[in-house]
């Protein structure tokens, strides 16, 4: 495989036939470990992907759901899914339900942060839609390094109206987020976005 991963990286320079000679293997052989490659690839990009809609339904859950629920929650989508991959995925990447166990968190307050006035007092519901959003981030694992997704969350529908994923979790992720959920057009004058007091959602410094 390392001589295949050789030919791959290099082949532009020196052209497959001359470095595979060189290296005493097949051509064909080697086509064929780059069509397997390219397969695992769409594979892991094809996790990649439905790792980030399970983190989107459990953190709408606020953490509450497990595999059983999140997995009916997808299929309830339209999203044929196995249950055991869904558990594969949410054990490989660190996705629980409710459980007593310390997490690592993202949580960390800006050197000199602005702290917004508590506009929900606890009260975490709404009468109707587009009132009140809250706000909250997780981190995935993926085979490319740790990826960084941001939500808002409407309280009276319990929904995902806004997400933002990347390879960073500084300020323009959540701001990202909460633009999506301004352009579906659902939120009303004076709509509250809550969060907790982690530098990404409290940086005095204004995002592009």
Known sequence: MIRFRFVEDHHGAFGVKRI????????????AWR?????????????????AEIAVIHLASRGAYGVPRVHAELRRQGRAVNRKKVERIMRE?????????????LTRQARKPVFAPDLIGRDFTAPRPGMRLVG???????EEGWLYLATCID????EVVGYAM???HRAELPVAALRMAASR?????GCVFHT???SEYTSPRPCP
Do not use: N, Q, V, W
């Not at 909250?136 to 993926?142: A, G, K």
């Not at 057009?185 to 004058?189: A, H, I, N, Q």
């Open 20 to 31: 595979c000679r060189a290296l005493g293997i097949a051509r064909s052989s080697f086509y």
């Open 136 to 142: 909250d981030m997780t981190f995935l694992p993926t």
């Open 93 to 105: 990447r660190g996705i629980t339900g409710i459980t007593r166990r310390r997490r690592r968190g």
């Open 166 to 168: 990347a390879d960073h």
């Open 35 to 51: 069509a397997g490659e390219k397969d695992r690839r769409a594979r892991e990009r094809a996790e990649d992907l439905l790792a």
């Open 185 to 189: 057009g659902g939120l009303e004058r």
């Open 155 to 158: 309280l009276a529908t319990r």
């Open 196 to 198: 907790d007091r982690g």
